[in-house]
């Protein structure tokens, strides 16, 4: 089928849907400037201090740091932190809010990224499911209470050793706090905010109107979450799926995939919807 014909499919699912689920995993932010730690090679073009120690993103994303060595676990994820602080949502996150104005679409966003991209991005926190946490809300590295906080705190990182200058404290035992994300090999992550999202989601679902379109947008095949709930929601919603991955674009038809990044695959729907 020609890829224009393609699109044009996935625009007539678009508008024709009354519900619309946005699912994401680390090629969303790929637009943005960020980078989505593809292999060791990837996560090393992105952090290259950590090569000549042998550091994958497995091994810095341990919770373990924080308890043994805080200022270098800070390092890893005080950059990130004040990377996602800084990074300007792309224009497909604006796309996406003007399809939901312009059909009335009920919406949901579920997204395995940590880095409140969607939220800066203009959508509405109770909309929003983060399967892995938010870089942006701590909890005690113990932990000593169930406490989880929003992080307001400045955390230099210096760039000559990747350690962290100052240390974010517990605010109930004064300790080390650490992101509420879930990370590697994690047995102290919090997930109560994470369930609460997922209990409004599940009641989204209860009550959506049907049809549903899925937007899946950037979802890899290394931690498949973001991807089987794509086509569960295919499956036992009847959703009609639109998957957009540059390298991964497989899935069974009918459902619709889209070989290009986010962006691209949002502008070019967008496009196909104002012809129609
Ligand atoms: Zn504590």
């Given at each position: 089928?020609?890829?224009?014909?393609i699109f044009r499919q996935a625009a007539a699912a678009v508008k024709r849907a009354?519900?619309m689920v946005i699912t994401a995993?680390?090629?969303?932010?790929?637009?943005?400037?960020?980078?989505?730690?593809?292999?060791?090679?990837?996560?090393?073009?992105?952090?290259?201090?950590?090569?000549?120690?042998?550091?994958?993103?497995?091994?810095?994303?341990?919770?373990?740091?924080?308890?043994?060595?805080?200022?270098?676990?800070?390092?890893?994820?005080?950059?990130?932190?004040?990377?996602?602080?800084?990074?300007?949502?792309?224009?497909?996150?604006?796309?996406l809010?003007?399809w939901?104005?312009?059909?009335?679409?009920?919406?949901?966003?579920?997204?395995?990224?940590?880095?409140?991209?969607?939220?800066?991005?203009?959508?509405?926190?109770?909309?929003?499911?983060?399967?892995?946490?938010?870089?942006?809300?701590?909890?005690?590295?113990?932990?000593?209470?169930?406490?989880?906080?929003?992080?307001?705190?400045?955390?230099?990182?210096?760039?000559?050793?990747?350690?962290?200058?100052?240390?974010?404290?517990?605010?109930?035992?004064?300790?080390?706090?650490?992101?509420?994300?879930?990370?590697?090999?994690?047995?102290?992550?919090?997930?109560?905010?994470?369930?609460?999202?997922?209990?409004?989601?599940?009641?989204?679902?209860?009550?959506?109107?049907?049809?549903l379109v899925v937007v899946e947008l950037g979802a890899?095949?290394?931690?498949?979450?973001?991807r089987?709930?794509s086509e569960?929601l295919g499956?036992?919603?009847?959703a009609t799926v639109i998957r957009i991955n540059?390298?991964?674009p497989?899935i069974?038809p009918p459902r619709i995939a889209l070989t290009t990044?986010a962006?691209?695959g949002l502008?070019q729907i967008d496009?196909a919807l104002?012809?129609?």
């Amino acid at each position: 089928m020609a890829l224009a014909e393609i699109f044009r499919q996935a625009a007539a699912a678009v508008k024709r849907a009354s519900t619309m689920v946005i699912t994401a995993g680390a090629g969303m932010g790929v637009d943005s400037g960020l980078p989505d730690f593809r292999g060791d090679q990837g996560f090393w073009r992105a952090y290259p201090l950590y090569e000549p120690l042998g550091i994958s993103f497995i091994s810095a994303a341990n919770p373990d740091h924080f308890e043994r060595d805080p200022a270098f676990g800070w390092g890893f994820y005080g950059h990130r932190t004040n990377l996602y602080r800084t990074t300007i949502p792309h224009a497909g996150f604006g796309i996406l809010l003007d399809w939901i104005a312009r059909f009335q679409l009920d919406h949901f966003v579920v997204t395995s990224n940590v880095d409140g991209q969607f939220q800066k991005g203009g959508f509405a926190a109770d909309h929003i499911l983060e399967v892995h946490g938010s870089i942006h809300f701590l909890q005690c590295t113990l932990p000593c209470s169930p406490a989880i906080w929003e992080n307001r705190e400045a955390i230099p990182v210096d760039p000559a050793n990747m350690r962290a200058q100052k240390i974010p404290a517990c605010i109930n035992c004064g300790g080390v706090a650490r992101p509420n994300i879930l990370m590697f090999g994690d047995s102290s992550w919090l997930n109560d905010r994470t369930a609460q999202q997922s209990k409004r989601f599940d009641n989204f679902l209860h009550r959506s109107r049907k049809p549903l379109v899925v937007v899946e947008l950037g979802a890899g095949t290394a931690i498949p979450t973001i991807r089987n709930l794509s086509e569960l929601l295919g499956n036992g919603n009847k959703a009609t799926v639109i998957r957009i991955n540059p390298r991964e674009p497989q899935i069974t038809p009918p459902r619709i995939a889209l070989t290009t990044g986010a962006l691209s695959g949002l502008l070019q729907i967008d496009s196909a919807l104002t012809i129609q």
